[in-house]
């Protein structure tokens, strides 16, 4: 006997399975890498979507001048370039900061700002620093798109949402009453041109405080020098706070004093209010939890410095007349104003901590949702809490019944209808519910679904009465053609016998109904129409239930007529022997 041929194939492996994590990065990597090469259409878009959305906060809720591609990448010792307006961060000229050559790689040691920056993770299973390292492990120009492409776009695409946002309602936001008036209307979708220091409202909100009083001895002519920029008293700096820090009217009275009511002005507080919470909010209407504000969204429990410097940026940039967003109007750096916020705010005074204190109390709170579990709280008493669930359970009931086990029982003497099962069985239109116990009595098998009485019908009541129709026998026949438990073929019958019945009563038709063929007439013809069917009597047997194929409008009066008497074929007027053809050439000759 021949020896069995050993198999010379080598041991199979068993592939590892890629975990959760894994898939994610490797259909991120997918994305990013139809992004790089500009398709069409981009696989997992929807992933990158969410890092989109999410990436939209990095300024608003961590902080407004920041690099992010220099943060992130010189974590994984990768070199960021920086773009014009991460360069410009020098107080001094406009055009210090820029260079004719590209500017160097950059290494930032903020890991504080990485960690912040790693909160923003729309996919809190999966940890965000974690799953960047994995893309630098696979495509380092994967990681590189992904922060310069989508982090950094997304962060600067919000910040200019909300500029447009607050520069939208600037012109009904300064007056400090609805009913007051500005001195010089302009729009917020107007040229730019017509802001700033153009405009007597907006060069009132710009202008320092410690100017307030020489711009208000003539107005034109200091926003006329502010606009030509040759005198130095008139090119401010980032310590001269401009007066919408402050209420209306208020004046200045030394740098001593300087601190009293700033960022507590109704344009701060109206500004923050419409960043955080809505444009509905700014003037402290009615609670509409329609949509839950970017400060619910993102978990903001109280509002602080960087927040506040963020808004105050955006209302200066939103009333000045930038043609786009810039780190300084003419001399004054807005880089430089933020900073001076943050730090003013952050510092652990009394004044700091009085001042954050009093703009949380007029944040309108009340409009963030709760958690689900706040709602879910006062749903533990339900029939369907747990508890409640487990000691209602009886796993030797199988009855169907949708009540509760706990539900009342009839008091003595009361008559409640019940149904046999082998009078009145029910059909079970669930294809997945279990066969019944062998110990009842089954049921007749139906030899066709027409057969099923309508009285044991419980998805309906085909006898309740209907609005506008005596007795409810229309209702009563319309649900039961339209039952899927009538038969198909005897519907034609059915409505014949219901017609037949009420021809006296004069009920109107409805729509789906037909009339009988003993009240319908052929219907008037225009020069329009169509060949009648029933213009040939060849057709008569079209219809064996007499029926006439017409819909009459409910409620409207019958307009039928009785069809005239048919002649019977072969039969007609004619002299016997004489054809339709000798007629008609007859008639035409006038014979």
Request: net charge negative; proline share 8%; hydrophobic share 30%.
């Amino acid at each position: 006997m021949p020896a069995a041929k050993s198999s010379s194939r080598p041991p199979t492996t068993k592939k590892r399975q890629r975990s959760p994590h894994e898939i994610h990065v490797v259909q991120l990597c997918a994305a990013l890498e139809d992004t790089i090469n500009k398709s069409r259409k981009i696989r997992n878009d929807d992933i990158l979507d969410k890092y989109r959305k999410k990436w939209r906060w990095a300024m608003p809720g961590i902080a407004l001048w920041i690099s992010i591609s220099s943060v992130v990448l010189s974590h994984f010792s990768m070199g960021a370039e920086l773009d014009d307006e991460d360069a410009q961060e020098a107080e001094g000229d406009s055009e210090e900061g820029r260079s004719s050559s590209p500017a160097p790689a950059v290494a930032v040691q903020d890991e504080a700002l990485f960690e912040q920056l790693m909160t923003l993770n729309p996919y809190p299973e999966f940890p965000l620093e974690k799953t960047l390292s994995m893309i630098h492990k696979k495509s380092p120009l994967a990681l590189k798109t992904l922060v310069d492409d989508i982090f950094k776009v997304q962060a600067r695409s919000g910040r200019g949402d909300d500029i447009r946002r607050i520069r939208k309602v600037l012109p009904e936001m300064l007056p400090l009453k609805k009913t007051d008036h500005l001195e010089q209307r302009f729009t917020g979708e107007g040229v730019k041109s017509e802001r700033g220091w153009h405009n007597l409202d907006c060069a009132s909100m710009l202008v320092p405080l410690k100017h307030r009083a020489l711009f208000l001895k003539d107005r034109e002519a200091f926003m006329k020098r502010v606009i030509e920029g040759e005198d130095d008293q008139y090119r401010f700096k980032a310590s001269d706070y401009p007066s919408f820090l402050w209420a209306n009217n208020t004046e200045y009275k030394g740098p001593q004093k300087m601190l009293k009511g700033m960022f507590l002005g109704h344009v701060v507080i109206r500004g923050t209010r419409g960043l955080y919470f809505g444009i509905a909010s700014m003037y402290g209407g009615a609670n509409s939890k329609a949509r839950n504000p970017i400060a619910g969204i993102h978990g903001l429990t109280s509002l602080g410095p960087h927040h506040i410097g963020y808004s105050c940026v955006v209302i200066y940039n939103s009333a000045s007349s930038l043609l786009s967003w810039s780190p300084r109007d003419k001399t004054f750096s807005l880089r430089k104003f933020y900073k001076n916020i943050v730090d003013l705010l952050s510092s652990n005074t009394p004044w700091a901590k009085k001042t954050l204190a009093d703009i949380n109390k007029q944040m309108p709170w009340d409009r963030i949702r709760k958690d689900e579990e706040d709602f879910d709280s006062s749903e533990d008493d339900s029939p369907e809490a747990p508890h409640n669930l487990l000691a209602n359970y009886n796993p030797d009931d199988d009855s169907d019944a949708e009540d509760p086990p706990t539900s009342p029982k009839p008091a003595s003497g009361s008559s409640v209808p019940t149904s046999s099962p082998a009078t009145s069985p029910k059909r079970d239109r669930s294809p997945s519910r279990p066969a019944e116990s062998p110990e009842k009595p089954e049921a007749e098998p139906l030899e066709d679904e027409g057969e099923v009485p309508m009285e044991e019908e419980d998805d309906f009541d085909i006898y309740a009465e209907p609005v506008g129709h005596p007795k409810g026998r229309k209702d009563k026949l319309a649900t039961r053609i339209l039952s899927d438990e009538e038969d198909p073929e005897d519907e034609e019958d059915e409505i014949k016998r219901f017609f037949e019945g009420d021809e006296k009563s004069g009920m109107a038709d409805d729509d789906t109904f037909k009339t009988p063929a003993s009240k319908v007439g052929k219907p008037k013809r225009t020069h329009r129409d169509t060949p009648h069917p029933d213009d040939d009597d060849d057709n008569d047997d079209d219809n064996d239930t007499g029926v006439r194929r017409k819909r009459i409008r409910p409620g409207a009066p019958s307009t039928t007529r009785k069809a005239p008497p048919k002649t019977p074929k072969n039969k007609g007027t004619l002299p016997a022997g004489t054809s339709i053809r000798t007629t008609r050439s007859t008639a035409r000759r006038g014979g």
